[in-house]
């Protein structure tokens, strides 16, 4: 009798199968995720880092140029500060406006979203010149940057002023620029008199006060006095922006600029 065998295979089961399918699934949905996550993230990252280069470059070069204001490179008589042409109160010397239209100063201790100074670009020159009337401002959402002044214009302390050279240093097809403020309220000067021993103010009170070696203070009825002031100055720089691709990654930083030159003035 011939005895025959028969071997069956058997197969996974519908059910079987739609598990093994699930289960990949759930793999291929994970390493998706993780993907996209990093894609995502990735991007942020680029573009973070865009914006922060961006308005760190622009910090850096107003911190740069305003810590020149005043400097008289040639200096021909250094016993007379207060001479010095790239520093004259209410021509040259450092000034903050509160708007570009503006025609009076903030004062010496105010704020505003445009400053203007001047110093000697080029030595050997010692008279003020276009290309020494230097300046930042924020126009719309673009920070620009005075190249030229009119020195024929009392210094063209203006911020708008129509002989004034003024270009964009921040382009707004990359990043716009939503707030800029110059703060001089750390700024401090003395009165080189005091203390003197003498009731300078004309108050009733006491001779030498701190008052009265505070120069920034005006007395009633006390002009011309032949004070000779030291005005340090700080330039407290606020600014913010962000991606015009992506108004949603903002970027603010703050930094304070100490101008070597102090300002000298006689009152």
Not at 211 to 216: A, F, L, N, P, T
Request: charge should be negative; aromatic fraction near 6%; include cysteine.
């Amino acid at each position: 009798m011939k005895i025959s065998s028969l071997h069956k295979q058997r197969g996974v089961s519908l059910v079987e199968l739609m598990v093994g399918l699930v289960a990949g699934l759930i793999v291929i949905g994970g390493v998706t995720s993780v993907y996209l996550t990093t894609i995502v993230s990735s991007a942020n990252t680029l573009k973070q880092s865009k914006l922060n280069q961006e308005m760190t470059t622009l910090m850096s070069v107003m911190a740069a140029d305003i810590r020149r204001a005043g400097v008289w490179q040639t200096g021909i008589d250094y016993q007379a500060p207060q001479d010095n042409p790239y520093a004259q109160f209410n021509n040259t010397a450092l000034e903050v406006f509160a708007a570009n239209s503006d025609a009076t100063s903030a004062g010496p201790q105010g704020s505003g979203v445009c400053i203007v100074y001047a110093y000697d670009a080029f030595a050997g020159s010692n008279s003020l010149e276009a290309t020494d009337l230097r300046g930042f401002r924020l126009n719309g959402n673009v920070v620009e940057m005075r190249q030229q002044g009119d020195p024929a214009s009392g210094g063209g302390n203006l911020c708008n002023d129509a002989n004034d050279t003024w270009a964009a240093i921040t382009d707004n097809n990359v990043i716009n620029i939503t707030s800029l403020s110059f703060d001089l309220a750390s700024s401090s000067c003395i009165n080189t008199r005091e203390p003197d021993g003498i009731n300078n103010d004309g108050d009733a009170i006491t001779n030498d006060e701190a008052d009265e070696q505070d120069c920034y203070r005006t007395y009633a009825g006390v002009t011309n006095t032949g004070d000779i002031t030291v005005e340090t100055r700080y330039v407290d720089i606020s600014l913010s922006g962000q991606l015009t691709s992506d108004s949603s990654v903002k970027l603010s930083m703050n930094q304070s600029v100490r101008v070597r030159n102090d300002l000298v003035r006689i009152r």
